[in-house]
């Protein structure tokens, strides 16, 4: 039950690769991924994941100071729905890779016990580091990750110790390394990514070449929140605003209510010209009205979620415009000060699913 209150006291191209390849300038590269936090929306994953073909043809176009998407590897997939140019990362040190070579597409989020990784619980991790902005931005110690120290602490996650000859990696630092290790391990446990965020797919070439890890972005149909406003209605209906001439607004004034009133009502949503059963019961408000101050406490369903809510308490059935005239736009509303005697309430909010 959520639970808003308001008071008022008066008012409210190469032809055989490596892991091991030759370095890259020294130079500042900036992310291609996105700044996520650990998020989940049920099925966005699986669903964004389901069209993904079971293998792909693809060619290593860039590498090192060659590289176009400033990480290990330029990935072109040549054929089917993946076609198109992807940053990527080396997740197997030992082995090499062609120029072009046919692959297995797997999500790094199914089951790969069967690979030849010596850590297969690190793949949560290894999604969240694809989903920072890391390359380029300050350390601990206010030197700057490079693209070697992201591509070195993915090594450490997936083989489970640090890279033997390392060479291929630029500028990168161990303290750096470790940093980033010990952030997506602490961080990224148990990271599932949203949409708008990226997977990560494992591409397992033919014979036993290198593993790649490319992130994948996922998408998915996000529906629009439906909203309706409601209104609190008397507990024997009380005022309809349309009874009182105000022919294109309904709702209820609730009233007169008298000095010591502590009352629950219930808040109806889309009940247009105040029939209730053409609308929602979404909670209850509570009124107190106790030595001239007014409470009100909104109890709305946990079904629900409240996008604004406006509340009137006054010595007349409506609250007046600028003009002087009687109103029941939501805008006007307020708690009058220095209230006395016999008031009236109305309870407006606007509630989303």
């Known amino acids: 039950m959520k639970k808003i209150t308001l008071t008022a006291f008066a008012i409210f191209a190469f032809a055989f690769y490596s892991c091991e390849t030759e370095p890259v300038s020294k130079e500042e590269l900036s992310s291609v991924n996105i700044s996520a936090g650990i998020v989940t929306e049920d099925g966005c994953l699986e669903a964004s994941l389901a069209p993904l073909p079971e293998t792909v043809s693809a060619c290593v176009i860039g590498q090192g100071v060659t590289s176009s998407t400033g990480t290990y590897w330029d990935i072109e997939i040549t054929d089917g729905p993946l076609a198109g140019i992807y940053p990527g990362w080396c997740i197997d040190e ?7 070579f046919d692959a297995q597409v797997i999500s790094s989020y199914s089951d790969l016990t069967g690979l030849p990784f010596e850590v297969v619980d690190n793949f949560d991790s290894l999604n969240w580091l694809l989903n920072q902005k890391i390359i380029g931005e300050p350390s601990s110690d206010g030197t700057l990750f490079t693209y070697g120290d992201l591509q070195a602490a993915i090594w450490v996650l997936v083989e489970g110790e640090s890279c033997t000859s390392c060479s291929g990696l630029g500028t ?6 470790s940093e980033l290790v010990s952030l997506a391990t602490s961080e990224g446990d148990g990271f599932v990514p949203a949409s708008g965020d990226f997977a990560g797919i494992v591409l397992v070439p033919d014979n036993g070449l290198q593993m790649l890890l490319l992130p994948y972005k996922i998408e998915c149909q996000v529906s629009e929140p439906s909203c309706e406003t409601a209104f609190a209605r008397g507990n024997d209906g009380n005022t309809c ?5 105000f022919n294109k607004r309904w709702g209820w004034s609730i009233g007169p209510l008298a000095e010591g009133t502590e009352e629950s009502y219930e808040i109806y949503a889309g009940a247009g010209q105040c029939d209730i059963s053409k609308g929602e019961l979404v909670g209850t408000v509570d009124v107190s009205y106790v030595d001239g101050n007014v409470t009100v406490t909104y109890n709305i369903d946990e079904a629900y979620d409240v996008d604004e809510t406006h509340t009137y308490a006054g010595n007349e059935m409506f609250p007046v415009d600028k003009k002087g005239k009687p109103t029941v736009a939501p805008g006007q509303y307020s708690i009058e000060e220095n ?3 016999e008031i009236y309430v109305i309870a407006h909010a606007v509630v989303c699913q």
């Open 172 to 177: 990168y630092e161990q303290s750096r390394i």
């Open 94 to 100: 030992d082995q090499g890779l062609s120029s072009c």
């Open 241 to 245: 605003f349309i009874e009182e001439g």
């Open 339 to 341: 209230l006395d005697g």
